[in-house]
């Protein structure tokens, strides 16, 4: 799996003088739900990676990180999670 190595990210960000998140989300045009997935691990859409790196002055491969994954993860990457079993409805005596 892909994703963005957002500390590389942010270090040449505070280069150019974009200093947070929210910056970087005005600056690219991306929203910050979607910088923040990104800094949490999830993987990235070809053109958003290529808004990032082309605001940076970055190859694509220069900010990607290729992350093995892990058995038993879901497709997102995120942990599996067995779902819980609805809960019982107790009986009332009438």
């Known amino acids: ?3 963005v190595d957002m500390d ?3 270090k040449r960000a ?3 003088g974009i200093e947070t998140i929210p910056d970087l989300a005005v600056q690219t045009g ?3 739900p979607t910088l923040y997935r990104l800094a949490n691990g999830n993987e990235p859409s070809l053109p958003t990676v290529w808004r990032i790196a082309r605001l940076l ?3 694509i ?3 990607l990180l290729e992350v ?3 058995p038993g993860a879901e497709a997102d990457g995120a942990p599996h999670q067995r779902k819980r079993p609805a809960a019982r409805r107790q009986r009332t005596s009438a």
Do not use: D, H, Q
Request: aromatic residues 0%; glycine residues 4%; charged residues 30%.
């Open 68 to 70: 093995p994954t892990v």
């Open 57 to 59: 002055g970055a190859r």
């Open 61 to 63: 491969e220069s900010i």
């Open 14 to 16: 505070r280069s150019k």
């Open 30 to 32: 991306l929203s910050e």
């Open 1 to 3: 799996m892909l994703c």
């Open 8 to 10: 590389k990210v942010l």
